[in-house]
């Protein structure tokens, strides 16, 4: 039959991420691509002795319909951890969830939300079906250029949209100077913060900046989430807001899918109260530290003529450029079907901009991939970049 | 600070139900308000079983970032269940996400959507979020009144949303003959089908109706649960949809929560690999026709006088009027406060229309609800009832 479907629906497309996924699928693949942690770092035997005690000592409740507002031991620790009330916290199917539920709650057709350019390619999925106009935010490398943002700017959008820790995909942190300059913005012009915070834990030095919300309590919106530190397949993340915000929040997120698996939700508390969190953490950092310096030597070994990079300080991601201004999409097509060598996978830019894009940037995550690989899939790439500087695209 | 909130989360308020669900957190008060499912048919040693095996044999699969589309061999499972291509299937974070990816993708502000009247709460709270013109479709004992789906009411609407078996609030199944009334009224004027189905299983005598789906696979979405048979905490459930609309569920679905639990998809897949699942519904329904019997015999001993109800062959509700019309919600305040007796909750019908609603309805869920105390709680609704016709509303 043929059906109408929505205007927002129509505005839906694949986005490149997932059509690339599905080729890096291919083992023999270098897939530089995915946005998933290590899976040597999930506690996998904490999580079967958490499992298997939940099931044992209170199955009936893990098993059965929960609150919406999710598992209030669970909302107990994460209020703990930022020093906020737990009425402020609402857990979610991910933090993926926080952004449907606010676009939801926040988004009317037409009204303005500020973006970091370029910014997380799921934000924008998630605001857009929701028909606001994007606005693009001037940003270097370290953050929000906060002087950018006029009153013109500002006064009357719904909420400015930040990841200020290792954003995907450019690794950039923002500055002290920078958030405290922000949010003096911010709340002059009454203008709602959301912050995006999956990657915070994840400084390689272990340092950590005042986040948003512990510099304006009221004036923002932090989204946090388990599936960097502990496993994304859980899918459970939360959203800390104020208070008012948070109870549209909640109807809504029980209009979206009632409540989230409440024996994940366990799982994820069970595990935490073993208290190995702070110990795990500094284990991931040292690992993808380790990466991080072995992706950073090839590709200083072999495209510091082709490339120029940001060198991350935590989380997941090198954001580079051609320094001949490659096409990076039509590149991709030329590192997965090579004349010899290796099939190598990374993300385009282009998609992470709501504004003007620049197609040639590329993302380049380094956690998943064995160092020896690394260095063989850099080397590749630099040689598709070579070929291309001398034969232009064949595309 | 202040913040606008978006036309739609103006219209959101927290729903009867779950002020009522609240209340009946204390576990003096008899609840008949419950939709939930009687945790003793929970499979807690399969389950243990199933969780200690995943975490042995694929820790890092099931605790991954997985396709937003489900994990294959449960869509599998279900393609052969329902006798579909695997193509057609997305797997949903509980049949409520189903209803809000629906919903978004087909319903533009002011179209029409068919409802039954009444029909599910949740089923209202995920649509109106979309802000549609639902209009209510006149149904009898048998369900949906097909002779009233006049050209009028149903060309150009967006799709009707219907619940043919055990539906909630009602407990009435559509009859056979309506069904293919139904989905030949709806092929001629090309409007789409939605049929949720969380209840299908649950037919006391084991007699199945042919699903809308079956009678016209291309023009039916078919929602299905794995909460009412299985486990609600999992929160799994499915759309097998025609698969162009899959598409673009599958890409709304992936700005919602990227994708539902990898871990609990594959709970549940390991547990049907066990073949429990005939058995196990059979001593569901063995359970829940045992405890309408009791509710049922309770009505007829306490409230002939001051009810009507329909006799329900499947699923989990008692449909009931008050025969003095009083107000359910006022009625409600006098249980939840009696001068003597138990506490006892039940839900007020009026928030289940989307039209005019009926505000002397009821619904009574049976199933958590010991023996004993279903007795007792009736016995006490009669009592509030008859000081009411008595004195009127002290409301």
Redesign the interface.
């Known amino acids: 039959?043929?059906?109408?479907?929505?205007?927002?629906?129509r505005r839906?497309?694949?986005?490149a991420i997932?059509e690339i996924l599905k080729v890096t699928e291919d083992p023999s693949v270098i897939s530089f691509a995915g946005g998933?942690?290590a899976?040597?770092t999930?506690p996998?035997a904490l999580?079967?002795q958490a499992?298997?005690r939940i099931?044992?000592d209170a199955?009936?409740?893990?098993?059965?319909?929960?609150p919406?507002e999710g598992y209030r031991p669970l909302r107990e620790w994460i209020a703990e951890r930022h020093g906020v009330h737990q009425d402020r916290i609402l857990i979610t199917?991910?933090s993926?969830?926080a952004?449907?539920l606010l676009a939801?709650?926040?988004?009317?057709p037409g009204?303005r939300v500020l973006v970091e350019n370029p910014t997380y390619l799921?934000a924008l999925?998630?605001f857009?079906?929701?028909e606001p106009t994007l606005t693009p935010i001037e940003c270097d490398a370290l953050g929000i250029v906060t002087g950018s943002l006029t009153r013109d700017i500002v006064a009357g959008a719904?909420?400015l949209y930040t990841m200020p820790n290792f954003q995907n995909p450019t690794g950039r942190r923002m500055s002290e100077a920078r958030r405290r300059e922000l949010m003096k913005v911010m709340?002059e012009e009454?203008?709602?913060v959301v912050e995006d915070d999956p990657y915070g834990e994840l400084s390689y030095d272990g340092k950590v900046l005042p986040s948003l919300l512990s510099i304006a309590p009221?004036?923002v919106v932090h989204l946090g989430s388990f599936?960097k530190i502990i496993?994304?397949?859980?899918?459970v993340g939360y959203a800390i807001a104020?208070q008012s915000?948070i109870?549209?929040l909640v109807?809504?997120k029980?209009?979206?899918?009632?409540?989230?698996?409440?024996?994940?939700q366990r799982i994820i508390h069970e595990v935490l109260q073993t208290g190995f969190l702070a110990a795990h953490v500094e284990r991931i950092r040292a690992l993808y530290l380790a990466q991080r310096n072995v992706i950073l030597e090839s590709l200083e070994r072999h495209c510091t003529s082709s490339l120029s990079w940001n060198v991350p300080d935590g989380g997941m991601f090198f954001w580079a450029r051609t320094q001949s201004e490659v096409d990076t999409a039509a590149l991709l097509k030329a590192t997965l079907a090579p004349a010899t060598g290796a099939r190598v996978a990374f993300v385009p830019g282009a998609p992470f901009f709501a504004g003007q894009p620049d197609a040639s940037a590329l993302r380049l995550s380094f956690v998943t991939v064995p160092p020896p690989r690394i260095e063989e899939g850099v080397a590749q790439l630099a040689r598709a970049l070579h070929n291309f500087d001398n034969f232009d695209s064949f595309a």
Chains 1, 2 share one sequence.
């Open positions: 039959m043929n059906f109408d479907i929505s205007e927002r629906a839906l497309t694949s986005s997932r998933i942690p899976p040597q999930f996998v999580m079967q499992s298997a099931l044992a199955p009936h409740a893990a098993l059965q319909y929960a919406t199917t991910g993926q969830q952004l449907d939801k709650v926040l988004i009317d009204k799921g999925q998630a857009s079906l929701f719904r909420f709340t009454n203008v709602l009221d004036h599936s496993s994304p397949g859980l899918r104020p915000l109870k549209k109807q809504a029980q209009a979206s899918d009632l409540h989230t698996s409440s024996f994940t």
